[in-house]
Protein backbone atom coordinates (compact mmCIF):
# COMPACT_ATOMS: atom_id res chain seq x y z
CA UNK A 1 0.00 0.00 0.00
CA UNK A 2 1.30 3.52 -0.88
CA UNK A 3 2.53 5.72 1.93
CA UNK A 4 -0.35 8.17 1.61
CA UNK A 5 -2.94 5.32 2.04
CA UNK A 6 -1.64 3.64 4.83
CA UNK A 7 -1.87 7.22 6.68
CA UNK A 8 -5.56 7.80 5.45
CA UNK A 9 -6.33 4.17 6.87
CA UNK A 10 -4.45 5.20 10.29
CA UNK A 11 -6.48 8.47 10.56
CA UNK A 12 -9.77 6.45 9.59
CA UNK A 13 -8.86 3.63 12.05
CA UNK A 14 -8.19 6.34 15.00
CA UNK A 15 -11.33 8.28 14.25
CA UNK A 16 -13.60 4.89 14.91
CA UNK A 17 -15.53 3.92 17.98
CA UNK A 18 -13.60 0.76 19.96
CA UNK A 19 -16.40 -1.38 18.25
CA UNK A 20 -16.20 0.04 14.65
CA UNK A 21 -11.98 -0.83 15.05
CA UNK A 22 -12.84 -4.42 15.91
CA UNK A 23 -15.33 -4.54 12.67
CA UNK A 24 -12.56 -2.89 10.50
CA UNK A 25 -9.97 -5.49 11.91
CA UNK A 26 -12.66 -8.50 10.90
CA UNK A 27 -12.65 -7.32 7.68
CA UNK A 28 -9.17 -6.63 7.23
CA UNK A 29 -8.71 -10.20 8.61
CA UNK A 30 -11.72 -11.64 6.38
CA UNK A 31 -9.94 -9.74 2.98
CA UNK A 32 -6.35 -11.08 4.04
CA UNK A 33 -7.94 -14.84 4.97
CA UNK A 34 -9.10 -15.41 1.50
CA UNK A 35 -5.85 -13.96 -0.47
CA UNK A 36 -4.19 -16.89 0.86
CA UNK A 37 -1.13 -19.24 -0.49
CA UNK A 38 -2.38 -22.66 -1.87
CA UNK A 39 -0.47 -25.69 -0.82
CA UNK A 40 1.29 -27.46 -3.49
CA UNK A 41 -0.42 -31.06 -2.07
CA UNK A 42 -3.52 -31.31 -1.56
CA UNK A 43 -4.51 -33.14 1.62
CA UNK A 44 -7.18 -35.98 1.70
CA UNK A 45 -10.42 -34.26 2.70
CA UNK A 46 -13.36 -35.88 5.15
CA UNK A 47 -16.27 -36.34 3.06
CA UNK A 48 -18.89 -35.23 5.79
CA UNK A 49 -18.85 -32.16 7.85
CA UNK A 50 -16.21 -31.84 11.04
CA UNK A 51 -18.79 -29.99 13.41
CA UNK A 52 -16.96 -27.18 16.52
CA UNK A 53 -18.98 -25.93 18.50
CA UNK A 54 -20.60 -22.06 17.84
CA UNK A 55 -18.50 -19.98 20.57
CA UNK A 56 -21.23 -17.29 22.38
CA UNK A 57 -19.29 -14.41 21.07
CA UNK A 58 -18.00 -15.60 18.24
CA UNK A 59 -17.00 -12.98 15.30
CA UNK A 60 -17.87 -12.89 11.95
CA UNK A 61 -14.61 -13.48 11.11
CA UNK A 62 -14.41 -16.45 13.48
CA UNK A 63 -17.30 -18.05 12.35
CA UNK A 64 -15.95 -18.22 8.80
CA UNK A 65 -12.90 -19.95 9.99
CA UNK A 66 -14.61 -22.67 11.82
CA UNK A 67 -17.59 -22.94 9.11
CA UNK A 68 -13.93 -23.73 6.69
CA UNK A 69 -12.65 -26.06 9.37
CA UNK A 70 -16.23 -27.58 9.73
CA UNK A 71 -16.74 -28.07 5.84
CA UNK A 72 -13.20 -28.19 4.53
CA UNK A 73 -14.70 -30.33 1.18
CA UNK A 74 -15.68 -27.35 0.05
CA UNK A 75 -14.00 -25.12 -2.25
CA UNK A 76 -13.89 -21.52 -0.38
CA UNK A 77 -13.80 -19.29 -4.04
CA UNK A 78 -17.59 -20.99 -4.57
CA UNK A 79 -19.21 -18.92 -1.52
CA UNK A 80 -16.97 -16.13 -1.86
CA UNK A 81 -19.03 -13.73 -3.36
CA UNK A 82 -21.70 -14.38 -0.53
CA UNK A 83 -19.44 -14.22 2.55
CA UNK A 84 -17.80 -11.56 1.05
CA UNK A 85 -21.35 -10.04 0.96
CA UNK A 86 -22.29 -11.12 4.50
CA UNK A 87 -19.23 -9.60 6.11
CA UNK A 88 -19.72 -6.64 4.53
CA UNK A 89 -23.32 -6.22 5.87
CA UNK A 90 -21.67 -6.82 9.39
CA UNK A 91 -18.88 -4.11 8.66
CA UNK A 92 -20.44 -1.29 6.53
CA UNK A 93 -24.28 -1.84 6.90
CA UNK A 94 -23.53 -3.06 11.15
CA UNK A 95 -25.69 -6.00 11.12
CA UNK A 96 -25.43 -7.78 13.76
CA UNK A 97 -22.72 -10.44 14.06
CA UNK A 98 -25.48 -13.62 15.20
CA UNK A 99 -27.39 -12.66 12.41
CA UNK A 100 -24.44 -12.81 9.95
CA UNK A 101 -23.09 -15.71 11.44
CA UNK A 102 -26.74 -17.45 11.34
CA UNK A 103 -26.94 -16.58 7.24
CA UNK A 104 -23.24 -17.88 7.08
CA UNK A 105 -24.04 -21.23 8.54
CA UNK A 106 -27.29 -21.39 6.46
CA UNK A 107 -25.00 -20.73 3.08
CA UNK A 108 -22.15 -23.49 4.17
CA UNK A 109 -24.81 -25.89 4.76
CA UNK A 110 -26.78 -25.72 1.63
CA UNK A 111 -23.46 -25.48 -0.52
CA UNK A 112 -22.61 -28.92 1.63
CA UNK A 113 -26.08 -30.66 0.54
CA UNK A 114 -24.87 -29.45 -3.26
CA UNK A 115 -21.67 -31.02 -2.99
CA UNK A 116 -23.50 -34.31 -1.76
CA UNK A 117 -25.70 -33.80 -4.91
CA UNK A 118 -22.90 -33.95 -7.08
CA UNK A 119 -20.69 -36.33 -5.36
Not at 43 to 59: C, F, G, I, K, N
Not at 62 to 68: G, S, Y
Request: without cysteine; aromatic residues 6%.
Amino acid sequence: MRPAAERRLSKLFRSLDDSSRQSLLDFAEFLASRSGNAEAEQPVLPTEPVPEPRPMDESVVAAIKRLRRTYPMLEGATMLNQASSLMAAHVLQGRAARDVIDELETLFAERFEAYKGRN
